[in-house]
């Protein structure tokens, strides 16, 4: 391909070159010759260094595999996640997102889009009680594993469940399969958000220490101890079991705010500028505005209305109706700087309602009473295991899911971590029965808000002789889906549509090959019966727009455009000059190309090079 077209990048974040970029950026002359030079790194921190690295005499969370965790974090994502439009509602304008896959996988996938924009993820892993722990990673290649799991490459692939004592390795078994999905889901949080995990009193210790590892001890928040059951249960010889436990993480606990169900908000709006003061500049952080806007590019110019000066100094993106980049407002402003930062980091809002500009500063107010980790029914209402039973019974039929979480209990965290945020994400890649999502619906219907639930679930067999099985639903991914398509129901609203996607081999041969170099005597998919939306759909992640993002579907002269936040993708095989035009006059700032189009096409390549740099827009090709 021609220098100046960019090509899509296909393989997820090397997240091992990205830590070495990071690092070498915070202490240039540290890695030397591809080398760590661990003594300097010592002298720049004013700490010790361990001797031997095979000291076992040290504090740390130590098990057998944990090597082998890590490379299997490292190891690049290569697959797709191709959409289902029939099992679908309202695609197009879909707003939550349930996925089907391996959730290690998926993760690395949704590193770019996601990176710094989940407010919240609950997860209800496997409580590696000896039948339930069904991930069986070949760290080596995180994809074939679970292609071949689902069925998809060979009959040998269906659920494996670990024996309780297989190897001595139960715990490091189950340590080594959480540990690199928590790390990748930590990169996914916002600055102020936060994990739940739920467990019980066998790993809970182990949780514990493997959670202060990946976040640091320092952002620990709470354990809360909840009351799962309305009568004990007896299963344990010493004592009747009444409660489980939900250990909560921070990414930062300096940017956190208190968690609360019981908030008072006087939302009043101040005008951020008026005439008359100072004339100043002023710098919004990236998704610091809420925009009436969705989705809207405003390019540098003068908004001045009648007396008041506002004048935008840089070009700005709004997707998802927050601003995607920083930009530079020169006005009169009421504030400073340093207290526009302030009132960011309140978790105070900054509106715009529309051109011309005018920022209007939204005032929680009143109070904000912290919450209790005790989640008992006589103080929280808290519902129960049996509760959580009776609603997925009458939803989907008995004994369809063995001890669900309850929707009111995800529903009353959900609440009490995202009240100053209510278009917040909100993350479950251990769905389950798909309680998460039913919470984050039942609490936006509650109070107005515009949360997002992405839901993340892997294909596990239910068993041939299982209840669930008798029902239809052959795995637990099924279970998941057929709940969520009764909860999401349609209608003009996205949050009431639901997009679902489904792990697959990407549609390139590079995600594959991992190289760059291009095998010009082939097509350059991989997947023949690959269809627009499974191209649509890999290259905007893979651009890193978000998969809640809508699209537009756009026909020119017969060939198909898919349009998603700032990306407009060509599925087209054959290319002239009059498409290319057309594509670069649809507004989007990044325009991709089959790179296959071009084949024998160079006058039309050269062209279209030359009118993007004109355009200012920036031509890819995959």
């Avoid at 290649?141 to 292609?147: A, V």
């Avoid at 949780?207 to 309305?230: C, D, P, S, Y």
């Avoid at 530079?328 to 504030?335: F, I, M």
């Amino acid at each position: 391909m021609n220098d100046d077209v960019q090509n899509v990048d296909l393989i997820s974040p090397n997240l091992a070159e990205a830590n070495r970029a990071a690092l070498s950026a915070v202490f240039p002359g540290v890695l030397a010759d591809g080398v760590l030079d661990v003594e300097a790194l010592a002298d720049l921190l004013d700490l010790p260094t361990i001797g031997d690295p095979t000291d076992r005499e040290r504090y740390g969370l130590q098990w057998a595999g944990k090597r082998e965790a890590v490379r299997a974090l490292l190891e690049p994502g290569h697959g797709a996640l191709v959409p289902d439009l029939t099992e679908s509602i309202g695609f197009e304008t879909a707003r939550n997102v349930f996925i089907e896959g391996d959730n290690l996988e998926v993760l690395k996938l949704l590193q770019k889009a996601y990176n710094d924009r989940v407010k919240l993820i609950y997860i209800d892993p496997p409580y590696n009680t000896g039948n339930d722990f069904v991930y069986n990673d070949d760290f080596s290649d995180g994809l074939r594993s679970y292609l071949e799991y689902s069925g998809q490459l060979d009959e040998a692939g269906n659920a494996r469940s670990s024996n309780r004592d297989t190897g001595g390795r139960r715990h490091s078994r189950w340590l080594s399969m959480l540990y690199p999905r928590l790390l990748l889901a930590r990169n996914l949080l916002t600055p102020d958000g936060v994990l739940l995990v739920s467990i019980d009193d066998d790993e809970l210790p182990r949780l514990r220490l493997l959670l202060e590892e990946v976040f640091g001890e320092e952002n620990f928040a709470t354990t809360f101890i909840w009351q799962k059951k309305k009568k004990p249960s007896f299963l344990h010889s010493n004592v009747g079991s009444l409660t489980e436990y939900i250990v909560c993480m921070t990414r930062n606990s300096e940017e956190t705010f208190p968690f609360s169900v019981d908030v008072t908000t006087a939302g009043k709006k101040y005008p951020v500028n008026n005439a008359g003061n100072s004339l100043g500049t002023l710098t919004f952080p990236p998704r610091s505005v809420v925009f009436s806007e969705k989705t809207k590019v405003y390019e540098p110019q003068d908004m001045s209305a009648g007396n008041i000066v506002t004048r935008l100094l840089d070009r700005l993106e709004v997707v998802d109706g927050r601003n995607v980049d920083a930009f530079r407002l020169e006005g009169e402003w009421r504030y400073s700087q340093t207290k526009l930062n302030e009132i960011l980091a309140n978790g105070e809002m900054i509106t715009i309602s529309k051109a011309p500009f005018r920022p209007n500063h939204v005032k929680l107010g009143g109070e904000v009473k912290k919450m209790h980790n005790l989640l008992i029914p006589q103080t929280y209402q808290v519902q129960t295991n049996e509760d959580g039973t009776a609603q997925v019974e009458r939803m989907l039929g008995p004994n369809v899911f063995s001890n669900p979480k309850p929707t009111g209990l995800i529903k009353l965290l959900v609440k009490a971590i995202t009240y100053n945020d209510p278009e917040a994400i909100v993350l479950d890649f251990f769905a389950g029965s798909g309680t998460t999502a039913h919470a984050v619906a039942d609490l936006n219907a509650e109070d107005g808000g515009r949360r997002i639930s992405i839901s993340v679930n892997l294909p596990e067999a239910t068993g041939a002789e299982s209840a669930a099985a008798r029902h239809g639903y052959k795995t637990v991914s099924s279970i998941s889906l057929a709940r969520l398509r009764k909860v999401f129901t349609g209608g003009d609203d996205g949050l009431r549509g639901l997009r679902v996607f489904r792990l697959e081999d990407s549609c390139f041969r590079r995600a594959a090959s991992m190289t760059d170099e291009l095998d010009l005597t082939v097509s350059t998919l991989s997947r023949p019966d690959a269809s627009a939306d499974d191209i649509a759909a890999e290259v905007l992640l893979k651009e890193g727009i978000g998969l809640d993002v809508p699209w537009t579907r756009v026909e020119l002269a017969g060939h198909e455009v898919i349009i998603s936040g700032r990306v407009a993708v060509v599925v087209s095989f054959s290319v002239d000059d009059e498409l290319v035009d057309r594509a670069f006059a649809l507004g989007a700032s990044v325009v991709v190309f089959m790179e296959d189009a071009f084949a024998g096409a160079d006058a039309v390549k050269a062209n279209a090079v030359t009118n993007a740099k004109n355009a200012g827009i920036v031509m890819k090709a995959v």
